[in-house]
Nanobody
Framework: QVQLVESGGGLVQPGGSLRISCLASGSTFGINLMAWYRQAPGKQRELVATIDAGGTTTYAAAVKGRCTISRVNAGNTVSLQMNSLKPEDTAVYYC?????????WGKGTLVTVSS
């Protein structure tokens, strides 16, 4: 099993920046993909960014150029640096890890972009 705990969410003004992180623990060996998803009120959960074991990253079109995903701490921590935040970025952000074909989820961290 893999446990994921997100942190760093909060209230930020439009145009501001925020960094959220996810700490993976448990059976972390063999995690080959980590990702951030988000779910806005009344909307479906959507993929924000991914990073694989080799460090290759992908981004949703809505955040490309404004967000950077990275893995540190021997890969057990994945962070999402978000810049130029917009009100439409408001959502609960969920950490996701894939290990041996199984997906694991954190409980989410709320990011609110508002003046």
């Amino acid at each position: 099993q893999v446990q994921l705990v997100e942190s760093g969410g909060g209230l930020v003004q439009p145009g501001g920046s925020l960094r959220i992180s996810c700490l993976a623990s448990g059976s972390t060996f063999g995690i080959n993909l980590m990702a951030w998803y988000r779910q806005a009120p009344g909307k479906q959960r959507e993929l924000v960014a991914t990073i694989d074991a080799g460090g290759t990253t992908t981004y949703a079109a809505a955040v490309k150029g404004r967000c950077t995903i990275s893995r540190v701490n021997a890969g057990n921590t994945v962070s999402l640096q978000m810049n130029s935040l917009k009100p439409e970025d408001t959502a609960v952000y969920y950490c996701n890890a894939v290990r041996l074909g199984m997906a694991f989820w954190g409980k989410g961290t709320l990011v609110t972009v508002s003046s």
